[in-house]
């Protein structure tokens, strides 16, 4: 137990100290060396725990993601939960989750949708972006006027490309306004019955 808590806490130190580095520094001028003096670790324990500088980078990323997905589903769900069948406005319940979350963790948006990463990155987010799409359309073909496959990718590729500008706003006020102004322009492409 105690062995199980301490690699967990090694793990989160690591990852912590890889976020500083990687959101100030970029991948490529990031050094493990940086990441571990960081973690005040060693770098046997970073090959140990995730294998080199491109895992560590990739396993921030899935963390990252895992909490978007964690922000949407769980506004798409309250959104459900109190009754909501229309697609269109569950979409924005999600995608307005999504770039609340890119904004929240706007240094890590920042990194992982500007580009860059370790060699495959690219290929990694695309088949992400993919997973959200048919997550997408399969939640939404259940609902009252679901949303074509189409609609959904073409939605889907704004709330992406959005969550970047998101990120890069220079308060939070104005980060708001911009989410605000999406979602609406996204309602639009679809109006109500």
């Known amino acids: 137990?105690?062995?199980?808590?301490?690699?967990?806490?090694?793990?989160?130190?690591?990852?912590?100290?890889?976020?500083?580095?990687?959101?100030t520094a970029?991948?490529?001028?990031?050094?493990?060396?940086?990441i571990v003096g960081q973690a005040g670790s060693s770098v046997g324990?970073?090959?140990?725990?995730?294998?080199?500088k491109s895992d560590l980078y990739i396993?921030?990323?899935?963390?990252?993601?895992?909490?978007?997905?964690?922000?949407?589903?769980?506004a798409f769900r309250t959104a459900l939960a109190a009754g909501e069948t229309d697609a269109m406005r569950l979409f924005i319940a999600?995608?307005?989750?999504?770039?609340e979350g890119c904004w929240a963790e706007r240094e890590l948006a920042q990194l992982f949708l500007s580009g860059g990463?370790?060699?495959?990155?690219?290929l990694l987010t695309r088949r992400g972006f993919r997973h959200w799409l048919t997550t997408n359309t399969e939640l939404l073909s259940d609902?009252?006027?679901?949303?074509?496959?189409?609609?959904v990718l073409v939605l889907t590729t704004i709330a992406t490309e959005a969550g970047r500008?998101?990120?890069?706003?220079?308060?939070?006020?104005?980060?708001?306004?911009?989410?605000?102004?999406?979602?609406?322009?996204?309602?639009?492409?679809?109006?109500?019955e």
């Open 165 to 192: 500008e998101v990120a890069v706003q220079p308060s939070k006020a104005a980060a708001r306004r911009f989410i605000n102004e999406i979602v609406e322009l996204i309602g639009r492409l679809y109006p109500p």
């Open 94 to 99: 999600g995608t307005r989750a999504y770039l």
């Open 1 to 23: 137990m105690v062995a199980t808590k301490r690699v967990s806490s090694t793990r989160a130190t690591l990852l912590a100290a890889a976020r500083e580095i990687f959101t």
């Open 117 to 122: 990463g370790p060699p495959g990155f690219e």
């Open 59 to 74: 396993a921030l990323y899935d963390d990252y993601q895992a909490r978007q997905r964690h922000r949407s589903a769980t």
């Open 45 to 52: 324990s970073l090959y140990h725990h995730f294998g080199g």
């Open 143 to 151: 609902q009252a006027r679901p949303l074509s496959s189409t609609l």
């Open 26 to 34: 970029g991948y490529a001028e990031a050094s493990v060396v940086d």
